[in-house]
């Protein structure tokens, strides 16, 4: 069925509303009532569009994971470009998108958590795990060829997701405890993510040398910087 393009933009709003209280309420806590209050349809308008939540969460879902997965897949396979870039570019595509939406990686441990099932078979049917095994096979190949240190993909992914989402995690926490006064969160990503590169860094990186057959590590500079240095 053809649809209106005032069709197009009412579902795009639906998503776009459903997506905003999944993220502020949670999955569970969030029902169609509320979806089509907050848009400003009825239920049977919401209905033709999407018959159950579940439908509405594979749909948000949808939203969530298309505008971050292709882009990590790009930037992962340019292989002519050194790990460290390609990490930084990862971590910056994260970082955007955890900005804007500081509830997201909480509601995507929280569905975890929930309903694995739905969420895999969301993944599945979504195609996004064609995305994830392309980055998968790549990170191998680059490994048997001796490019990148040979790492489990498992110890790969816990180790950058945790990096990643733990300060968001704890963000209600760590703003009471860990933030200076007159600092914000923002700052405090900008000092964090040199860090970031350098576990990653170390932990993918085929050791090199600065001449004394030690691997070369980096530090912290006030600025945010980094500096390569041998241990």
Same mark, same amino acid.
């Given at each position: 069925?053809?649809?209106?393009?005032?069709?197009?933009?009412?579902? *795009?709003?639906?998503?776009?509303?459903?997506?905003?209280?999944?993220?502020?309420?949670?999955?569970?806590?969030?029902?169609?009532?509320?979806?089509?209050?907050? %848009?400003?349809?009825?239920?049977?308008?919401?209905?033709?569009?999407?018959? *159950?939540?579940?439908?509405?969460?594979?749909? =948000?879902?949808?939203?969530? %994971?298309?505008?971050?997965?292709?882009? =990590?897949?790009?930037? =992962? /396979?340019?292989?002519? @470009?050194?790990?460290?870039?390609?990490?930084?570019? %990862?971590?910056?595509?994260?970082?955007?998108?955890?900005?804007?939406?500081?509830? !997201?990686?909480?509601?995507?441990?929280?569905?975890?958590?929930?309903?694995?099932? /739905?969420?895999?078979?969301?993944?599945?049917?979504?195609?996004?795990? &064609?995305?994830?095994?392309?980055?998968?096979?790549?990170?191998?190949?680059?490994?048997?060829?001796?490019? /990148?240190?040979?790492?489990? !993909?498992?110890? =790969?992914?816990? *180790?950058?997701?945790? !990096? &990643?989402?733990?300060?968001? &995690?704890?963000?209600?926490? @760590?703003?009471? #405890?860990?933030?200076?006064?007159?600092?914000?969160?923002?700052?405090? #990503?900008?000092?964090?993510?040199?860090?970031?590169?350098?576990?990653? *860094?170390? &932990?993918?990186?085929?050791?090199?040398?600065?001449?004394?057959?030690?691997?070369?590590?980096?530090?912290?500079?006030?600025?945010?910087?980094?500096?390569?240095?041998?241990?």
């Amino acid at each position: 069925m053809t649809r209106h393009p005032s069709n197009e933009n009412l579902e *795009t709003k639906i998503i776009r509303t459903a997506q905003q209280l999944f993220l502020e309420k949670g999955f569970v806590e969030t029902s169609m009532s509320d979806i089509a209050a907050t %848009v400003g349809i009825n239920r049977p308008t919401l209905h033709y569009y999407f018959r *159950t939540k579940d439908k509405m969460f594979r749909a =948000v879902f949808r939203n969530i %994971v298309s505008a971050i997965i292709p882009e =990590v897949q790009d930037i =992962v /396979l340019q292989q002519e @470009s050194p790990i460290q870039e390609r990490i930084s570019k %990862v971590t910056d595509a994260y970082f955007r998108i955890f900005t804007a939406q500081p509830s !997201l990686p909480f509601f995507l441990m929280r569905e975890m958590q929930r309903d694995a099932n /739905l969420l895999l078979a969301t993944i599945s049917e979504l195609a996004q795990e &064609l995305h994830l095994k392309k980055i998968a096979r790549s990170l191998q190949k680059e490994m048997e060829s001796g490019k /990148l240190k040979a790492v489990p !993909l498992p110890f =790969v992914f816990y *180790t950058f997701y945790g !990096l &990643l989402t733990f300060p968001f &995690l704890s963000k209600p926490i @760590s703003a009471q #405890l860990i933030l200076q006064k007159g600092e914000n969160f923002d700052q405090l #990503l900008k000092q964090w993510k040199p860090y970031i590169l350098m576990h990653m *860094t170390n &932990l993918l990186s085929a050791e090199k040398t600065g001449g004394h057959g030690m691997p070369l590590r980096f530090d912290r500079q006030t600025d945010g910087s980094q500096r390569g240095r041998q241990e």
